[in-house]
């Protein structure tokens, strides 16, 4: 099977922490997990003001320079 991380969760760890995080902190977070991955499953995402995410850009910069693949749809992703 897969195992999937997803990123959004962590939104909890910032309502129940007494710390604020910055994004450059998240962002760090999330691509340390990119690194572990075998691949990028890509949901459509976007900012409030309906641009791209600076996170997923992010992401996926860091996927392409690994040359790992990135799915788009969940048809794309194959069975193991």
């Known amino acids: 099977g897969h195992?999937?991380?997803v990123p959004h969760l962590t939104h909890f760890i910032?309502?129940?922490?007494?710390i604020e995080f910055s994004n450059e902190y998240w962002y760090?977070?999330?691509?340390?997990?990119v690194e572990c991955c075998?691949?990028?499953f890509l949901l459509e995402s976007k900012s409030?003001?309906?641009s791209e995410?600076?996170?997923v850009k992010k992401e996926i910069?860091?996927?392409k320079q690994m040359g790992k693949?990135?799915?788009?749809?969940?048809?794309?992703?194959?069975?193991v």
């Open 69 to 79: 693949p990135i799915y788009y749809k969940l048809s794309e992703i194959p069975s």
């Open 53 to 55: 995410s600076i996170g």
């Open 38 to 40: 075998d691949a990028l």
């Open 28 to 33: 760090d977070f999330d691509l340390a997990w």
């Open 14 to 18: 910032n309502v129940e922490s007494d």
């Open 61 to 63: 910069e860091r996927v």
């Open 3 to 5: 195992i999937v991380h």
């Open 48 to 50: 409030n003001d309906g």
